[in-house]
């Protein structure tokens, strides 16, 4: 069983995930407050994968608030569309996001230490990082709470430590 909770009351529902394949998207409606969310399902390889950090996305005009994991390797960063080969996708109408706009690369240094990468896809847009644009060759060290735009977007990254 699978629990999660509606991004604007924060009342909790639980379903069954093992129900649906992997990568599907399912529609909820929250039955307090009647909001309309989405949630899409992981591939089963990465449910054995621990979850390192996250980034907060923050809610605007374009969507809700939403959580997306981080885990060891490349996690792309982009547009959800049907097809996209973004692995951790927002669910957004905001069309100043790229499908693919930006990866965190986790990965842990030679002494062992937790190491989360920002760098731009490239995109269209551009990839800002504490309100700075990213060149294309830039790879930046992410810290706990600092802040990245895409498009209209603002997320925060919250690093698990370990």
Known sequence: ???????????????NEKD???????VFVCPVCQKQFKVKLGSPTEAQQ??????VVLENAFHER?????MMGENVIG??????????????????ID????????KRNKKGK???ILRDAPSLTGTFYQGDILRDQDRI???NEAVINIGGTTMIVNIIEH
Request: charged share 20%; glycine share 4%.
């Open 66 to 70: 939403q959580e997306l994991p981080l």
């Open 20 to 26: 649906y394949p992997p990568d599907r998207v399912l």
């Open 141 to 143: 060290f992410l810290d």
């Open 99 to 106: 499908t693919t706009h930006c990866i965190v690369t986790v």
């Open 50 to 55: 621990p979850v390192l950090g996250k980034l």
């Open 1 to 15: 069983m699978k629990r999660l909770s509606c991004p604007r009351c924060g009342h909790y529902l639980t379903f």
């Open 79 to 96: 547009r959800y569309v049907k097809g996209t080969s973004a692995n951790r996708p927002i669910m957004t109408s905001d069309p100043s």
């Open 114 to 116: 937790l190491q989360f």
